[in-house]
């Protein structure tokens, strides 16, 4: 809907005049089209690569000034140690002053540095005072790109969302086990690449580093092998072009699948977590059918949403209002606790000790007792319906890696290839079965159902690449944007975040991290 042109009185010279601006217009003025990409990855991904491609990418067909933050910059700073310039003792040394600067400094520190980079970088473009039409003084939105290299936490990812909000995008960068074997080979020794790829997935200590609890929630998913090739280039110019929505883009077939298991997943009622399903025809790329985990009801399928109907006999709507699978654990440690007791092992006060050291153990981890069919189960048992003709080619897309007792059922049923966003430390499935299962997709001829990580668009930022604004002109053609002059779809408020950086630098000071 089209602004009105306000028409004012000059009270002093009793002139009207027609402001030129509409008030959209004034808004847009403190919009800034800056972008902040955060990159995370496991240890051996082709991060440094990707980096070099989007930091070019960005000057050369998007007109953007770019500013890489490194953040084992201010590892190396802060810890006041000065790291080897490659090999394990690299790797292993910043990990350790890493922990090390999380547990005196908070968990965020590296990120609030990045921050801290970016206040001071904005400090040094070209400042407006207030005027007629800028209530209070302002930077001078600019095209700059900030990419952060690389995250490795929850609280780092965390605190980026909430001061760029829809501006900061997170890519996660992947490669194939092999790959990465043998690019940290030519670094390390075998024993040393294990303990390093074992530990950087995720630590135990609360301040440790973990990239397996932030990969999964990147906006946009990046696989490839061999990063010499022109096709990681191509990969990343797509991420930009959907960041800037610069081209008409549409899901691929994959992000279509994974978009519809993840829509599934809203489904669920379940107390534990939201997992979909899609079940697809490699072959033909269509979709089959979908599921979600939640509890079956009689006469097939499983209960649904039914406003005014009490027909739904899920956990949380039944009188328990408690998670089974959770109970039966906790009731399982209670008998094994009596049962010590009785026989006189444990000590006064000692059963609550035993009771969290159980849990946190094997027991913890069980999941056969919950009441729910699985994403993955409810997918193939929907497609029952379905009729398979000759040369189809099943695959599957979840939202999170299956449990070993699903992937077992889908091995039965045929399945080729299954991808997740969400890796699931419970599941067994590789381990239990090894002679039909793998995580690699490296061997063309292999027969094993491969697991493997999604690529693409994440589902939960679907809206923003893919819904469409404007598409052409009033006579239909259509409307392209030059690359040179394109923005994010929701760029950030200039007049807000400068506030907000100003913020962390200022935490960062009384912590007597910096002084500025
Ligand atoms: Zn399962």
Redesign the pocket.
């Given at each position: 809907m089209a602004v009105q042109k306000t028409e004012v009185v000059n009270s002093s010279s009793g002139l009207s005049r027609q402001m030129s601006k509409s008030t959209q217009d004034i808004l847009r003025q403190v919009t800034t089209p800056e972008i902040v990409i955060g990159l995370c990855g496991p240890v051996g991904s082709p991060l440094v690569e990707c980096a070099k491609i989007l930091d070019d990418q960005l000057r050369t067909t998007f007109n953007y000034d770019v500013l890489v933050i490194r953040l084992s910059k201010f590892i190396e700073e802060l810890s006041g140690t000065k790291v080897p310039a490659s090999g394990f003792e690299r790797f292993n040394t910043l990990i350790n002053k890493g922990n090390e600067l999380r547990n005196n400094y908070g968990n965020s520190i590296l990120a609030e540095m990045a921050i801290k980079d970016i206040a001071v970088y904005r400090r040094t473009r070209k400042f407006e005072e207030p005027s007629e039409e800028v209530a209070i003084g302002r930077y001078v939105p600019s095209r700059t790109a900030f990419i952060i290299n690389s995250l490795k936490n929850t609280e780092e990812l965390s605190l980026l969302r909430e001061v760029y909000g829809e501006s900061f995008f997170l890519l996660g960068v992947s490669s194939g086990m092999q790959a990465r074997v043998n690019k940290l080979k030519t670094q390390m020794n075998e024993s040393e690449l294990w303990q390093l790829i074992d530990r950087d997935s995720g630590e135990e200590s609360k301040s440790g580093q973990s990239i397996r609890k932030i990969f999964h929630k990147s906006d946009y998913f990046i696989t490839y092998d061999s990063p010499q090739d022109d096709l990681m280039r191509r990969k990343t110019v797509r991420f930009l072009n959907l960041c800037f929505r610069s081209e008409i883009e549409t899901p691929t077939f994959m992000e279509q699948a994974m978009f519809a298991a993840y829509s599934a997943s809203l489904n669920s009622a379940c107390l534990s977590r939201q997992v979909g399903a899609t079940l697809v025809d490699l072959c033909e790329s269509r979709i089959l059918s979908i599921g979600w985990n939640d509890v079956p009801k009689s006469g097939g399928g499983v209960y649904l949403n039914r406003t005014g109907n009490h027909d739904d006999s899920r956990c949380y709507n039944l009188a328990s209002k408690r998670c089974y699978n959770d109970h039966e654990k906790s009731e399982m440690v209670q008998l094994i606790i009596d049962e010590l007791q009785k026989n006189e092992c444990l000590k006064d006060g000692q059963d609550l000790q035993v009771r969290g050291i159980l849990m946190n153990g094997r027991i913890g981890q069980l999941l056969e007792f919950s009441r729910a069919v699985?994403a993955?189960?409810l997918a193939l048992i929907n497609a029952r319906s379905v009729q398979f003709g000759g040369g189809v080619q099943l695959g599957l897309f979840t939202t999170t890696y299956?449990?070993h007792?699903?992937a077992r059922h889908l091995v039965a049923a045929g399945v080729k290839r299954v991808y997740y966003i969400e890796p699931y430390r419970k599941s067994l499935a590789v381990k239990l079965h090894d002679d039909s299962i793998e995580e690699s997709d490296e061997d063309e001829n292999g027969v094993k159902m491969r697991l493997l990580q999604y690529e693409g668009a994440a589902p939960v930022r679907f809206e923003t690449f893919f819904a469409a604004s404007d598409r052409k002109r009033e006579d239909g053609s259509v409307l392209a944007t030059a690359k040179t002059s394109v923005e994010t779809v929701k760029p950030f408020k200039l007049e807000s975040i400068p506030i907000i950086e100003g913020m962390i630098v200022k935490h960062l000071e009384n912590k007597s991290v910096v002084k500025l």
């Open positions: 699985h993955e189960m299956p449990c007792n699903c």
